[in-house]
């Protein structure tokens, strides 16, 4: 695993809130390296994906937000920030900074720190939030997608509007809340299966049907479709 994975240059366990600036086109990691080499603490999450050209392959490493990278912003520092080669700007609401929940960080931390497959995802604002309840990432909250036989909670940085997907057994993840915005009826199918977190009504254990009805297309394709 290369260095800039999931860099945490400086200083562990900040107060300071995370930010993120948005980079040139393929400039992430010398943007992460300089910004490291400036003392900030930067996260900058990659996933391996293989890749096939007509006389060979080779797996690499790709930014799993590309264009963004994450800092710890230092008082009194950010035109180091804007100076370094490669950054168009701080991500911002308006002219002011926008700072990154914690647990959106360490979400994506944990993720690409673990075993499991990281893939980038289509972001995502609706869909059954579950909790993943064993295994390495454990505690981690996102949203459910299924496509196939494949299960993966999506996780999401809001201020980016970014997600990225981890792979995970239906076995390890219970429902933590059913989304609101869907047909009643696909709900009710999609979520009999799942084991409910504490304080949520029963909803059996069965195990999830296909959709095989043509018309769900567009419902599948905004909630399940996987990249």
Known sequence: MDTLTHIVSGQQGQIE????????????????????????????????????????????SLPLFPGYVFFVDRVGMRIQVLSTPGIHSIVANGKTPAAIPDDEIAAIRRAVESPARVLPHPFLRSGDRVRIRSGPLAGLEGIFCREKETCRVVLSVAILGRSAAVEVDASMIVLVQPSRSIDPQISEQRLAWLPEAPGLPAQGHKKLPVLQQPARTTYVSRLLRIS
């Open 17 to 60: 809130p995370w930010y993120a600036v948005y980079t040139r086109y393929h400039h992430e990691r010398s943007v992460a390296t300089i910004l490291a080499g400036k003392g900030f603490q930067v996260f900058l999450p990659t996933y391996r994906i293989l890749r096939r050209w007509s006389d060979r392959k080779k797996e690499i």
